[in-house]
């Protein structure tokens, strides 16, 4: 069974400052997908950024971009110039090849961004 | 274009009653899948239907049925309500079951069991 850890249950950062989320997973796959999800307080899962494992180059999308370690099994996400908007949980998920799409979600990092 | 939407946003139930939710996926995806989000945790998978079939099925005892009807909408049905099956409902649907293919999921429906 696939596993996806979060080991910051909660962070917080000042306004306009860097932050990077940590997430960990376990898989025997070689080729696979690792998405980043939002949750703000308004409750929808909102899709931050994706990752596809065969690719060597780390996603990027605006002020969020993610350090994929695919030895390590690692796949951290990097907030920068963080906004009071950015506060949220944030879920790292894996989705598993052999059961459609399903995912698998980390247990999330509340994070706090402060004036 | 209208996303994911779910019905009704908030229930508030009693034990042993029964329960259904309703997810209309965003238009041309025709996947639909349910996950159950208890306060504080991660969204656990429950099922995902994928052109009326069930495609998979989480771990969650048979209480739990859903299904997906010929326009892609879905109904999660939920029997025998126990305080334990208080949580957030999420409706996510896909364009196909691809691990590439990103989930989008609706706002859900928060249920209270009394």
């Known amino acids: 069974a696939q596993t996806v850890t979060q080991s910051q249950p909660e962070m917080s950062v000042q306004e306009a400052e860097t932050v990077t989320l940590s997430c960990t997973y376990d898989?025997?796959?070689?080729?696979?997908?690792l998405f980043w999800y939002k949750q703000p307080p308004s409750r929808q899962m909102i899709l931050v950024i994706r990752?596809?494992?065969?690719?060597?180059q780390n996603a990027t999308e605006n002020r969020f971009s993610v350090n994929f370690q695919k030895a390590a099994k690692s796949f951290s996400l990097k907030i920068s110039d963080s906004q009071l908007g950015d506060t949220a949980m944030y879920f790292c998920?894996?989705?598993?090849?052999?059961?459609?799409?399903?995912?698998?979600f980390g247990g999330g990092t509340r994070l706090m961004v402060k004036p | 274009d209208a996303g994911v939407t779910q019905s009704p946003t908030h229930l508030i139930k009693t034990r042993g009653q029964h329960v259904t939710l309703r997810c209309s996926p965003i238009?041309?995806?025709?996947?639909v899948s349910w996950y159950q989000q208890v306060l504080g945790q991660g969204p656990q998978f429950i099922f995902q239907?994928?052109?009326?079939?069930?495609?998979g099925r989480g771990n969650f005892p048979d209480r739990f049925s859903a299904r997906q009807f010929p326009n892609y909408s879905s109904e999660l049905n939920v029997n025998a309500l126990l305080l334990g099956d208080s949580a957030l409902y999420l409706c996510?649907?896909?364009?196909?079951?691809?691990?590439?293919?990103?989930?989008?999921f609706g706002d859900g429906t928060r249920l209270s069991i009394l």
């Open positions: 996510a649907s896909s364009l196909g079951l691809g691990g590439n293919q990103p989930q989008h």
């Open positions: 898989t025997s796959e070689s080729n696979y997908y």
């Open positions: 990752q596809e494992a065969y690719k060597q």
């Open positions: 998920a894996f989705p598993d090849n052999n059961a459609g799409n399903m995912l698998t």
């Open positions: 238009s041309g995806h025709k996947s």
């Open positions: 239907y994928y052109e009326k079939e069930e495609r």
